[in-house]
């Protein structure tokens, strides 16, 4: 069988074969904008479904997001800034409906360290409102309720409107915290039957806040990891919400809390198949490859035997990111799509960007290995055989 | 014309068959696109339980299903894939079929019956063993919910029917072109 000429892309160039070979990436990206345009149905195909297989990671990944975002803020929220956090038997959860941290048991009863104050935080839900939560808190002004802007939107009132909570007539006042929420003073919200909550503990200024001494004192395990739940038995656990000063000290107790989310969405089936989904994008990219090579026998036959294996591998290499960033660029668009249509109470733009970029990270690795699989192949064997027909 | 058609796809069956080795990888890549869709619509409530624990059932429910429809998709890319290589690497019997006047409708059937078949044969087989593990799923403890024979068979219309339907649509750019060219360019591709 006769070589056509037409099939050599690096003919044109091939009269200066050696400079084609340590060419610039001006060149090696021109070879494989040369190869997509030669077989155009088959990179469209395979952009195509690797497309899909990434908007597929993307879809969990910005789900995942969404709820990182919806449960940390609604931990800072809790939290208030307090190196303690003192939650009861059953521990405590994002509650779905209200993106508010909610307990199911009353605050421990515990006694703080010597100088330092406990502030308690009670929680429920504003009555015949099931999705907007209450939230007593130690300290809220009386006669007021702040009310998030989701809260107010539930509820239906503005700034400055009366609310009613327990027979007690409260000024609303709108307030920036995350999630469907009124936060009332602590005696209004025990009235409402808000009963169940946690403690947070702040030590005196110039205490160290050791967590040895909230153990002693309280009686109760300290631990910074949020994944830890009371012991059966216990009267609650305390959280450590600074920063460890072991090899982990640089995650902080938000993050944490993020991380312990977003494991929740990838064990779930959404998080399963969307892995399965990017193992066939996967799939796809080395198939797509494999028909290549198979194609480009004689072709990389005939540059193998002028000295230029490496090049190949680089052809390839260069082809396969320009696949992958097509790919990339419609599979994110397309997931994003996706979520804002089948999941939009989950769609953000900062959980879509923020799910962009987990995607992007380890794109670079597939698209690396779904090239060398088949060119790796490809240079074990001989030019000559490589030449052969086959 | 039914008769000659009737050949075409004989004969387009019987090359599938010779390339069953090479068919292997999208018939395993459909089937598992299948299987999942299958499970998804068998264990809805299952799925809808999760997603309101994460705050919306109906949300993850329906972003969980259209993922696993774009799973079954993915698989049909790759049988289309699968197809162009094909037709490349059979350039030059399109090249004798159409010099000897075979009709480009039946060319065409031909080579349209190896993706309809594999995405066909990784439906099925994907889709009987996804019904199976999903009405098997609550005997062996893995869910609570029972599951619907109903809902299973749904699950297997929508794998088999958006497989093979999106096989056809994928490869029939490349298929439809491969039969357009001239004689000579096929036969002096090869």
Redesign the interface.
């Given at each position: 069988?006769t070589i056509?000429a037409d099939e050599i892309l690096v003919a044109p160039s091939a009269v200066e074969p050696l400079e084609a070979a340590t060419g610039s990436s001006r060149r090696l990206l021109s070879f494989a904008l040369a190869n997509v345009r030669r077989?155009p149905?088959?990179a469209v195909?395979?952009v195509?479904?690797i497309a899909?297989?990434i908007?597929?990671a993307v879809?969990?990944r910005t789900?995942a997001s969404g709820?990182q975002v919806?449960g940390v803020d609604a931990v800072t929220d809790a939290v208030g800034g307090a190196p303690y956090w003192a939650v009861p038997a059953g521990g405590i959860r994002v509650d779905?409906?209200t993106?508010v941290i909610m307990a199911d048991a009353p605050p421990p009863e515990l006694t703080s360290p010597e100088g330092w104050s406990a502030e308690r935080t009670v929680t429920g839900t504003v009555a015949g409102h099931a999705d907007v939560a209450l939230v007593g808190r130690t300290g809220a002004t009386e006669g007021r309720a702040l009310v998030s802007a989701e809260g107010a939107r539930r509820l239906g009132v503005a700034e400055g409107a009366t609310l009613e909570v327990a027979g007690a007539p409260l000024t609303v006042q709108l307030s920036s915290e995350a999630g469907s929420r009124v936060t009332v003073p602590l005696d209004v919200a025990d009235a409402a039957g808000a009963v169940n909550g946690w403690l947070t503990l702040r030590a005196p200024p110039g205490d160290p806040a050791a967590p040895n001494t909230v153990a002693e004192a309280t009686g109760l395990v300290v631990t910074s990891d949020p994944a830890v739940q009371p012991a059966d038995g216990a009267e609650g656990l305390v959280y450590s919400t600074q920063r460890s000063t072991n090899r982990l000290g640089f995650i902080s107790f938000d993050q944490k809390f993020a991380a312990l989310l977003g494991s929740?969405?990838s064990s779930?089936?959404?998080g399963l198949?969307?892995t399965?989904?990017l193992g066939?994008?996967f799939?796809?990219a080395v198939?797509?490859f494999v028909?290549s090579v198979?194609?480009r026998r004689r072709e990389f036959g005939i540059m193998a035997s002028i000295g230029l294996t490496d090049e190949v591998l680089y052809f390839f290499l260069v082809e396969s990111l320009l696949l992958f960033v097509m790919a990339y660029v419609s599979g994110t668009l397309l997931g994003g799509a996706?979520?804002a249509f089948?999941?939009?109470?989950?769609f953000s733009l900062r959980a879509w960007l923020e799910a962009a970029g987990l995607v992007a990270m380890y794109l670079p690795a597939l698209g690396i290995v779904a090239a060398l699989i088949p060119v790796h192949r490809l240079l074990q064997q001989r030019p000559v055989s490589l030449l052969a027909d086959h | 014309m039914i008769h000659s058609l009737y050949r075409a796809v004989a004969y387009g069956a019987m090359a599938a068959w010779r390339r069953r080795r090479l068919l292997t990888l999208p018939v395993i890549t459909v089937a598992t696109g299948a299987f999942l869709v299958v499970l998804v619509v068998a264990l809805m409530p299952a799925v809808r339980r999760q997603g309101e624990a994460l705050g919306s059932g109906d949300s993850v429910g329906r972003a969980t299903l259209a993922i696993a429809v774009v799973v079954l998709l993915v698989g049909a890319f790759e049988v289309a894939i699968a197809a162009t290589r094909s037709i490349n690497q059979r350039s030059a019997e399109i090249g004798v079929l159409s010099t000897f006047g075979v009709p480009p409708r039946c060319t065409l059937g031909a080579l349209l019956v190896e993706p309809v078949a594999t995405a066909a044969a990784g439906a099925v087989i994907g889709a009987i063993v996804g019904g199976l593990f999903g009405l098997g799923a609550p005997a062996v403890g893995m869910i609570d919910d029972s599951v619907q024979a109903g809902d299973v068979v749904v699950g297997i219309i929508l794998a088999v029917g958006v497989s093979v339907v999106a096989a056809i649509a994928a490869s029939a750019v490349p298929t439809v072109r491969a039969v357009r060219r001239p004689p000579l360019a096929s036969l002096s591709s090869s």
């Open positions: 069988m056509q077989r149905e088959r195909l395979a195509a479904g899909l297989a908007s597929a879809v969990m789900i709820y919806l779905p409906a993106g929740k969405v779930s089936f959404l198949i969307s399965v989904a066939l994008g799939v796809i198939s797509t028909a198979q194609e996706i979520v089948a999941a939009s109470s989950f | -």
